[in-house]
Structure formats: C-alpha cells, structure tokens
C-alpha cells in the first residue's frame, strides 16, 4: 500500500549485507524500479553508496513533519468498515479518471454511521484509492482511483475450472 498516487507497488528487501540494520524497499512507480535504502540518522551517508538505480535516505527525512503525522492519521482510519454501498459510489465517483478532492467525494458517504472524509481515507488504506500527501492533509487533497486495483484482475489461471465456459464481456 502507498499513499503516494505515483508508487504502483512497494516490495521489502532484505539487506544484503549482514549486519546491515538499514531499512530496504523497492518502489514500482509507472513501470519503474527504484530501490530506497533508509538509514538511521547516526549512520554516515556519504561513506554508504547509493544502491544502483535508487536514492539513501535518512531516517529523519522519511519522518519529517507533518507528512509522517498525516500518513499516520491516514493509516489510522484502515480499520473502519466502510458499507458496499458507499464505497461503490465512491469509486463510480472517481471512476472518470480524473482527480478529485476529497471533499468532492464526501457526498457519496451515505451512512451516518461514521465520519465521510475517514470513511474515503479507509478506502485509501484499501488501495481503492490513491492520496497525494504532498501538500499535506487538507479538504482539497487530490484522490484518484488506485492503478494497483485497476490492473488486479485475475487470471483465468487464477479463478479455475468454475471459470471454464463462461464468456468474458
């Protein structure tokens, strides 16, 4: 899961150095590879190269403020069940392609049971949909529909030999 709308997909990798304690990731972003090597802040940079095709960061950097408050606040909402119902007009609502605030969207949260914007914010957690954080938490975030589930049908491998006979549209 990113919050990022540009990542398609985040992949752990374990060091490949013993002892190493830096924290490794490879980040698929519109077809591309970028390997982020984090660091503790004590660790030296510059003695450390920059793994191939990939950036070192800094421990502090990835918690700088207010993001890291903000994709914790977003993370937050993970848990909250949002009904089928509002959930499929949120994603019809998003379903153009286009960009749209997160208030644009609150008017497709129907139930009165929970709050609109963390109800969007849980489908962000899903991977429904994307957030940009860049610019921070705000009313007019940009939300778009997540590639990841765009592109998640299953293969025919995938579903079987119920599958066998039935026609695709």
């Not at 490949?16 to 490879?26: A, K, P, Q």
């Not at 610019?135 to 995938?158: E, F």
Request: aromatic share 4%.
């Amino acid at each position: 899961m990113t919050l990022d709308p540009s990542i398609d997909e985040i992949h752990y990798e374990h060091p490949t150095i013993e002892g190493d304690d830096s924290l490794n990731l490879r980040l698929i972003a519109d077809g591309t590879a970028i390997h982020v090597t984090a660091l503790r802040d004590a660790d030296v940079m510059p003695v450390r190269p920059a793994p191939p095709g990939g950036v070192l960061l800094l421990r502090s950097f990835v918690l700088t403020e207010p993001r890291a408050s903000d994709a914790r606040a977003v993370w937050a909402t993970r848990k909250l069940l949002v009904q089928i119902g509002d959930r499929l007009r949120v994603l019809l609502a998003v379903n153009d392609g286009r960009q749209h605030s997160i208030s644009d969207l609150v008017p497709s949260i129907q139930d009165q049971g929970y709050d609109p914007f963390e109800a969007i914010l849980s489908l962000v957690c899903r991977g429904d949909l994307a957030i940009d954080l860049r610019d921070g938490l705000h009313p007019d975030v940009r939300i778009v529909r997540s590639k990841r589930r765009d592109s998640a049908r299953p293969s025919v491998d995938q579903l079987g030999p119920a599958y066998t006979g039935l026609t695709r549209r």
